[in-house]
């Protein structure tokens, strides 16, 4: 099991597929680190040699920011614009969607499940 940037990439995956697992990675970078160590990408995670992953880890290092340093950028950009009140930042704060989309109907992974109003128990007469 091949291990890069702390995470422990997947024996059966190929190696395309098996860098995206690292936070940052996409499918497009991946194919760019593949292209700058000359690794074949159909191959295995569990078939690569060390001097392929020392390869493949050497390249991520120096030439991405992944995992911990991307997180970290991520949450300074969304604080950024909390503090700076501007909508994007609004809506963050408010555990609502950013980026445009409908709030009538949907959006239950941003803002949690259904409030029902009302009491939880009849009253009496």
Do not use: C, W
Not at 25 to 54: F, M, Q, Y
Not at 89 to 96: Q, S, T, V
Not at 109 to 116: D, L, M, N, S
């Amino acid at each position: 099991m091949a291990r890069i940037s702390g995470v422990d990439l997947p024996s059966n995956k190929r190696v395309e597929i098996g860098l995206t697992y690292i936070f940052g990675v996409g499918l497009s970078t991946s194919h760019k680190i593949i292209a700058a160590t000359g690794v074949n990408p159909d191959k295995r995670v569990k078939d690569l040699t060390d001097e392929e992953v020392a390869k493949l880890r050497s390249v991520i290092e120096n030439n991405f920011k992944v995992e911990g340093a991307q997180r970290t950028e991520v949450a300074m950009n969304i604080k950024r614009l909390m503090d700076t009140g501007s909508y994007r930042g609004l809506r963050h704060r408010r555990g609502l969607p950013a980026h445009g989309q409908r709030t009538r109907t949907n959006a239950r992974t941003r803002k949690g499940p259904k409030r029902v109003a009302g009491s939880k128990r009849p009253v009496k007469a």
